[in-house]
């Protein structure tokens, strides 16, 4: 049952300041912090990658992080100056400004596809419910 008790803590990178976004790539977590981002190990705590933090200048050094997929991360700033960098390198793929007051980010494009198998099941259920009413009338 969910329970909202404690499992586990890491420990992650030794950040000297706060950390001001976390989000999960599927793999890592990543965390935005100063003038870096980091990628922590979700199961051993060890942080597996850094990366230069495109955000570094906005108050806070950005507010908000979002993976994207595809390798790519969603930076957030309170003065509406957002980026989408590559996980790999840092390296700013995409930016502007949207003149919002951004706190925090989430990707809300994320969506569950089912599979071919869950789908031809449900296709050969409903063929199956047809030809029963068939019989029947």
Known sequence: PLTGALLNTISGPNIQSTIEGIDFDGTSIWTISDANLYAIDPLSGNTVATIANAAAGCSFSGTGIAALG????????????????????????????NNLQMYGLDNFGRQVVPEPGSLALIGAALLGLAAARRRQG
Not at 75 to 81: F, H, I, K, P, R
Request: proline share 0%.
């Open 70 to 97: 595809g390798n790519r991360l969603a930076l957030a700033c309170t003065s509406g100056d957002w980026y989408v960098v590559s996980s790999l390198d840092g390296s700013v793929i995409s930016s502007g400004n």
